[in-house]
């Protein structure tokens, strides 16, 4: 609406987008410190890499839907 009364709630959903983006980059990191470890079995490189491609598709949902906006102006 445009009366503002939403503002607490897209706030809100802004810092869970910014949060679950910093969220993805440490899955990120740690797949692939899992892939370049030696002594990692091949379900933990697999388990790590299919959640880390995961992530990189919630950062590409959120930013091409523009999620991560500073402002509510929309």
Request: with cysteine.
């Amino acid at each position: 609406t445009a009366d503002g009364s939403l503002d607490g709630l897209l706030t809100v959903a802004h810092l869970l987008c910014a949060l679950g983006v910093i969220a993805a980059l440490v899955a990120v990191w740690n797949a692939v410190v899992t892939v370049t470890g030696a002594n990692r079995g091949w379900w933990a490189k697999a388990s790590a890499t299919i959640i880390a491609l995961a992530c990189v598709a919630f950062v590409w949902f959120v930013t091409s839907l523009h999620l991560l906006a500073l402002s509510l102006l929309f």
